[in-house]
């Protein structure tokens, strides 16, 4: 079983619907993100956690809420969707590997709107 | 100015040759660290290898190194004896400041690396 997964994988959804994509782990990390990815631009971070209590905005995260609800699950909610929001969305979890925080990523949810 | 360039939108590599993907990277940090991730066409994106900035040596894992030039702030990706699952989308991402407790990662746009049987 994957260590970090995302449902669901893929959504269709229109404009002004509020959609919200989950992330569960299994890897036991206090550490949790959420980014998104749009051709040509990478990845950018749209929140962060630390862990239950502490939960931070990171680059683009206007439009975005999340919810962290336990240390293994982090979901990000979309309360209006628009067009623009098409992207694919990660959820990432970190742990110290090698001397250095690295940040491990869930398989991906591709949303659309329409 | 753009903290990661990736300056190669796509590279053509034939089966078994070595590959150099360039990464330069823009930050007055003295403690920063840089990562390379590997995504597949099924879309994941997978952790290759680390750099810390005051690393003394090139990182490396199997067939993954780093050529980690500071003065020069670039970071590239080298794969020696290339293979077709290695076909995928490359991003090379910083994390400024130090090692523990900084979690902002800054990605670059990518570069598609393609392996020609």
């Known amino acids: 079983d994957a260590d970090v997964t995302q449902t669901p994988r893929n959504r269709i959804t229109k404009t002004g619907k509020r959609i919200m994509l989950e992330c569960s782990q299994t890897k036991g990390h206090d550490r949790m993100y959420w980014y998104r990815q749009d051709p040509g631009l990478g990845l950018r971070l749209i929140y962060y956690?630390?862990?239950?209590?502490?939960?931070n905005k990171g680059e683009i995260s206007d439009g975005y809420s999340v919810s962290r609800q336990a240390q293994a699950k982090f979901s990000l909610s979309l309360e209006s969707a628009i067009p623009n929001q098409t992207a694919l969305y990660f959820c990432a979890t970190s742990a110290r590997v090698g001397g250095t925080d690295t940040q491990y990523f869930g398989p991906g949810t591709r949303l659309t709107v329409l | 100015a753009q903290k990661i360039t990736q300056t190669q939108p796509g590279m053509f590599v034939q089966e078994k040759e070595a590959v150099t993907l360039d990464c330069t990277y823009d930050?007055?940090?003295?403690?920063?660290?840089l990562f390379w991730y590997k995504q597949p066409s099924s879309g994941e994106m997978i952790f290759l290898i680390y750099?810390?900035?005051?690393?003394?040596q090139n990182a490396t894992e199997g067939r993954y190194s780093l050529n980690f030039q500071k003065a020069r702030k670039s970071a590239n990706l080298v794969i020696s004896a290339s293979q077709l699952g290695d076909s995928a989308m490359y991003f090379c991402a910083m994390r400024e400041g130090p090692n523990f407790g900084n979690e902002k990662l800054t990605f670059g746009t990518g570069t598609r690396l393609t392996i020609i049987p």
């Open positions: 930050t007055s940090d003295p403690s920063y660290g």
């Open positions: 956690s630390f862990d239950v209590k502490d939960i």
């Open positions: 750099q810390g900035s005051y690393d003394q």
